[in-house]
Nanobody
């Protein structure tokens, strides 16, 4: 079993930056891929970025060039550096992890609000 806890959300002005962090605990040694998803009001949850244990990354087109995902396998953490934020980035951001057995885990979510 894996537990994920996000932090770093908040209110930021358009054009600003935020850094989200997610710490995994429990059976964190089983984690393979990690990532971030977001859900805006009235919208479905969507992929933001993922990163494999070896470092390969995948980004949604809407955040390419602005967001950077990184991870520290030793610390069992994943981060999302968000730059040049716009109001369209406003959403609840969820940490996600998949283990070697293809189980999926979710954090509780952290609110990101970008003011114009």
């Amino acid at each position: 079993q894996v537990q994920l806890v996000e932090s770093g959300g908040g209110l930021v002005q358009a054009g600003g930056s935020l850094r989200l962090s997610c710490a995994a605990s429990g059976s964190s040694f089983t984690i393979n891929r990690m990532g971030w998803y977001r859900q805006a009001p009235g919208k479905q949850r969507e992929l933001v970025a993922t990163i494999a244990r070896g470092g390969n990354t995948n980004y949604a087109d809407s955040v390419k060039g602005r967001f950077i995902i990184s991870r520290d396998n030793a610390k069992s953490t994943v981060s999302l550096q968000m730059n040049s934020l716009t109001p369209e980035d406003t959403a609840v951001y969820y940490c996600n992890a998949q283990d070697w057995y293809l189980n999926t885990y979710w954090g509780q979510g952290t609110q990101v609000t970008v003011a114009s």
